[in-house]
């Protein structure tokens, strides 16, 4: 009996201790962790040369550590584990994600700080066939998407009529229109204009913009003081001009 | 035959004959960016073979623990052999990865580092394939052998260290040097839960230069050189013990 009265009073003290803001335990310990996938051109990647993170949310993560007097410990993951890596305590928040419905059941999101917009790719020789959006939502039509991406719901949505093939990463979408398994996928603005000087093969579809996304960091759910806190410093070096200086740096161009 | 070497080229040139542009410069060690990614690329090799290394040795132990119980005529005992096999075996190592990272710390508030976390995966994994060997080699040496050996008064541990393991470890080794292979090209895994292997190392490598093609090709002959060793050591192991 004795046994099992300690036991739950146990339960209840790590319960009481997972209920404690995350904004605490990292004063206490002194670091950030912060949970980023090194995958994402130029958000987060990693530098060849010296082995270290580097991108525009790289330098965000380092200027909020240095403002709240930590250090910041970079913790590698994946797309598809991103959300579990908040839910387990693995790190205090992500780097960007594109903010979807589905991620906020299980995660907070932070003010936002960035904006882009969505374009499809198809081959050059295909440029012809598949000039607009309308283009490519026909049967017959395949649509290639990754595997957990925001890109992969936002497919589904805009090409009802298209077969749509989901590959995982770290095979890519792109790869999958270039092998001609797939006539088309969409991706950012911003990965579109490097993709396309990386292979002449590839072009964009010249019809507009598509739904403009939003970025923001993934906070644990229900902890309203540690989002709070980084909302407040998002918004605060929005207006100090902090994130127009480093948009520039990496040649971006906020929606 | 010669029909069939026509045949193969003809698919070769044609594969080669797609629009596809390699992009090997990214990999060219005689310019600055190809040496610093080639050497990039590398460093993952030691986390690789460390994650292999201790997996399979931890694996071995546990395996053998494992399948000494097998042999016992305790029904008991039995039963906890086939039930450890039967289960540990019907998990898919990515799961059991993914379980142990991010299941561990929500369910019981245990947090392991990726590295201890990976390791534990791969060393459960592989201990119930390694248990299955060990049972099989020890059932290959003949029954008489017990016997005599029992008849010559020694117990159970000085049966199996004196007379029955000495011979089964050479009837299984072909298959521990399968299965290491198995473990090095299964480590891949862990990337999945950022530990900087080999893996992964090429996977952050291909959003920098959006080569996925040339550099997964580079990945392969990595982990084909690595193996090739393994192989190699193995066949001289067996050898020596053959003398």
């Given amino acids: 009996m004795k046994k099992i009265l300690t036991l739950i009073t146990l339960l209840i003290f790590t319960t009481v201790a997972n209920a404690e803001s995350r904004l605490n335990t990292i004063q206490k310990n002194g670091e950030l962790r912060v949970g980023t996938t090194g995958d994402w051109d130029p958000m987060s990647m990693k530098d060849p040369a010296t082995n270290k993170y580097k991108g525009f949310d790289i330098d965000v993560m380092k200027e909020l550590s240095k403002d709240m007097g930590v250090k910041v410990k970079f913790v590698p993951t994946d797309w598809k584990t991103i959300v579990s890596g908040i839910t387990a305590n693995r790190y205090d928040l992500s780097t960007s994600v594109t903010k979807t419905p589905k991620r906020a059941e299980v995660a907070g999101f932070t003010e936002t700080y960035y904006k882009y917009g969505t374009v499809p790719l198809v081959l050059k020789k295909n440029s012809k066939k598949f000039s607009t959006w309308d283009s490519l939502n026909n049967k017959g039509v395949t649509i290639a998407t990754t595997l957990g991406t925001s890109q992969e719901e936002k497919a589904k949505e805009f090409f009802p009529k298209s077969k749509l093939k989901s590959v995982e990463a770290p095979a890519r979408d792109f790869q999958e229109v270039l092998a001609g398994r797939a006539d088309g996928n969409i991706t950012s603005s911003t990965e579109a204009n490097k993709l396309v000087i990386k292979y002449p093969q590839l072009t964009i579809v010249n019809d507009g913009e598509k739904n403009p996304a939003f970025l923001a960091m993934m906070v644990p759910k229900g902890d309203k003081v540690w989002n709070d806190y980084v909302s407040k410093w998002i918004k605060d070096k929005k207006a100090s001009g902090f994130f127009n200086t480093l948009l520039a740096k990496y040649n971006l161009k906020s929606l | ?243």
């Fill in chain 2, 1 to 243: 035959m010669k029909f069939i070497k026509y045949f193969a080229l003809l698919l070769l040139l044609q594969g080669c004959g797609t629009d596809y542009e390699w992009g090997w410069y990214i990999l060219n060690p005689n310019n600055v960016e190809g040496l610093t990614n080639l050497k990039f690329l590398i460093s993952g090799i030691t986390t690789t073979i460390y994650i292999s290394v201790i997996s399979i040795i931890l694996a071995m132990i546990i395996g053998l623990v494992v399948a000494l119980p097998s042999l016992s005529n305790n029904k008991f005992l039995s039963y906890f052999n086939i039930a450890y096999v039967e289960i540990v075996r019907a998990i898919p190592l990515l799961v059991l990865i993914l379980w142990i990272y991010y299941g561990l710390p929500i369910m019981m508030g245990i947090s392991f580092s990726p590295f201890v976390s990976g390791i534990i995966a791969l060393t459960i994994s592989e201990s119930a394939f390694q248990a299955e060997i060990f049972r099989a080699g020890i059932n290959s040496i003949h029954k008489g052998q017990h016997e005599v050996a029992g008849s010559l008064g020694m117990d159970f541990w000085k049966k199996m260290r004196f007379v029955i393991l000495p011979q089964a470890i050479k009837v299984v080794l072909p298959a521990l040097g399968n299965q290491f292979v198995y473990v090095l090209k299964m480590s891949s895994l862990v990337s999945i839960i950022g530990i900087a292997d080999l893996t992964r190392k090429a996977n952050e490598l291909v959003t920098t230069t959006y080569r996925p093609l040339e550099i997964y090709t580079f990945l392969i002959l990595e982990y084909l050189i690595l193996i090739l060793l393994v192989s190699f050591c193995v066949r001289r192991l067996e050898k020596k013990l053959e003398r």
